[in-house]
């Protein structure tokens, strides 16, 4: 996978991941906002949410379930793009840039913005795996036997 596809991939992810945030993140605003009503908690202390099972109630649980799902997919891209920038830097002769992706990447599991970075530093300043031109390797030459009567 080229570097140029591999930023395509990583920008349509993170773009996913948005877009898919802010639509889910609305739907659950206009759910608990206009989707039902409060009421005090058995226990005395905070509130209980109770719906109204109304058509307006289930749109807006289509519009969370719609937007988490394109935000999971925006993440998939964003996995799929770290994982061909790994392949990418792998075949480069210093593996210096393999190992800052491979650090930061699983550092990101703990603290996303130390993947976050770690990509953005790929795209903007890291090499073409693809693009480098590796040196051929010596082929081994092995004799053939002659079959019998040639």
Same mark, same amino acid.
């Given at each position: 996978?080229?570097?140029?596809?591999?930023?395509?991939?990583?920008?349509?992810?993170? =773009?996913?991941?948005?877009? #898919?945030?802010? =639509?889910?993140?609305? !739907?659950?605003?206009?759910?608990?906002? /206009? !989707? #039902?009503? %409060?009421?005090?908690?058995?226990?005395?202390?905070?509130?209980? %949410?109770?719906? @109204?099972?109304?058509? %307006?109630?289930? @749109?807006?649980?289509?519009?969370?379930?719609?937007?988490?799902?394109?935000?999971?997919?925006? +993440?998939?891209?964003?996995?799929?793009? +770290?994982? !061909?920038?790994?392949?990418?830097? /792998?075949?480069?002769?210093?593996?210096? +840039?393999? %190992?800052?992706?491979?650090?930061? #990447?699983?550092? !990101?599991?703990?603290?996303?913005?130390?993947?976050?970075?770690?990509? &953005?530093? /790929?795209? &903007?300043? #890291?090499?073409?795996?693809?693009?480098?031109?590796?040196?051929?390797?010596?082929?081994?030459?092995?004799?053939?036997?002659?079959?019998?009567?040639?």
């Amino acid at each position: 996978m080229t570097k140029v596809t591999i930023s395509r991939i990583w920008i349509a992810g993170l =773009i996913a991941i948005a877009a #898919g945030l802010l =639509i889910g993140g609305v !739907g659950l605003g206009l759910m608990l906002a /206009y !989707g #039902g009503h %409060f009421t005090p908690a058995a226990t005395g202390s905070g509130y209980e %949410f109770v719906p @109204t099972l109304n058509g %307006f109630f289930w @749109t807006t649980v289509g519009l969370m379930v719609a937007g988490f799902a394109v935000a999971a997919a925006g +993440w998939a891209a964003q996995l799929a793009a +770290w994982i !061909g920038a790994l392949i990418n830097t /792998y075949q480069l002769e210093v593996k210096i +840039w393999f %190992f800052a992706l491979l650090a930061g #990447g699983l550092l !990101g599991l703990s603290f996303g913005l130390i993947q976050f970075a770690a990509m &953005v530093a /790929y795209l &903007v300043a #890291g090499p073409d795996g693809m693009a480098v031109q590796q040196p051929p390797r010596p082929m081994m030459s092995a004799e053939m036997p002659v079959p019998a009567g040639a």
